[in-house]
């Protein structure tokens, strides 16, 4: 079939004036003059061969052919102002779905309060959230299996870009009553002697990384592994161990009675990143998410510590 001839305007033109009965009410509405919506009528007529309104001096009224026409062609108009209002959305990275791996703690804290201040501003974007393991951060953006990561600082290659968002101490998180609980400072030997309990392989690392040249007298070693800190820091808080994690999950240990101690010498920061694809290209909207996260995330720790 050859393509068809009539144009939008044209379509436009003859709704207005089916709706407003008027050439001048829809010159009016359309910000024209009226010999010019005249003039697309006429147009779009010759077109289809056939009279779309019956004119007297007095009155413009729809014609036969004219009624069997208008609700395709208002058809067309609302499809046409859909597809409009979508690629809106996308220019202005108003919609989309976007994936967001993350810890945890942020998957359960940070990250949704930072989608609540993203949607209210985008609230066609859907941002679904992934809890994932620390070391399995970076994989997951670079296999595709997410769009974006939030989480502890880790190596990466040359499909993944990273973005430091902000700082945060590496603490010992125990409960009022334990006996470490009573200095306001501690240093990595004093740690020798209480049992610790780790929380992930990646935390296990950290505290050697941590330690790696202080002498064997000085070393830190946990005597329990579990696979989720909200574990760790349960045992914890009822006083069956201390378990160091960073200063962040405060928004989760606090409600549990557990006090934070600084351990120095040295003292250690664990810098949390924003992770995303750098081969390949973001949606506008996990873009648009991405420049929320790297404006908002970073005032988190302040706002919920």
Known sequence: M???????????????????????????????????????????????????????????????????FL??????????????SAASDVRNRAAGIVRIGAPQV?????????????????????????????????????????????????????????????????????????????RKQLRWTDLRGHALVAAGRDHERS??????????????EPVDIVDNISTALGIAAQGLAATLAPAYVAVMARPLGLVMRRVVGPETVRTVCLYRPAARTLSPAAEGFALHVSQWLPAWPTLEA
């Not at 609230?123 to 990561?149: F, H, N």
Request: charge should be neutral; charged fraction near 20%.
């Open 2 to 68: 050859p393509l068809i001839r009539y144009t939008l305007r044209q379509l436009e033109a003859f709704v207005a004036v089916a709706e407003q009965r008027s050439f001048a009410g829809a010159a009016q509405r359309m910000g024209m003059t009226a010999q010019a919506v005249s003039q697309l009528v006429a147009e779009l007529e010759a077109i289809l061969e056939f009279r779309l309104f019956e004119r007297t001096t007095r009155r413009v009224a729809l014609s036969s052919a004219g009624h069997h």
């Open 71 to 84: 609700g395709p062609a208002e058809t067309v108009l609302r499809h046409v102002q859909a597809a409009d």
């Open 106 to 182: 942020l998957a359960a804290t940070a990250i949704p309060a930072a989608v609540r201040a993203f949607q209210a501003l985008r609230p066609r974007v859907v941002v679904r959230v992934k809890d994932l393991p620390v070391d399995q951060l970076v994989d997951a953006v670079l296999g595709g299996d997410v769009d974006l990561a939030v989480g502890p600082d880790r190596p990466v290659g040359e499909g993944v870009a990273r973005e430091s968002l902000f700082d945060s101490r590496w603490v010992l998180w125990c409960a009022p009553t334990h006996p470490l609980a009573r």
């Open 207 to 220: 505290v050697s990384q941590m330690h790696l040249n202080a002498p064997e007298h000085a070393r830190v």
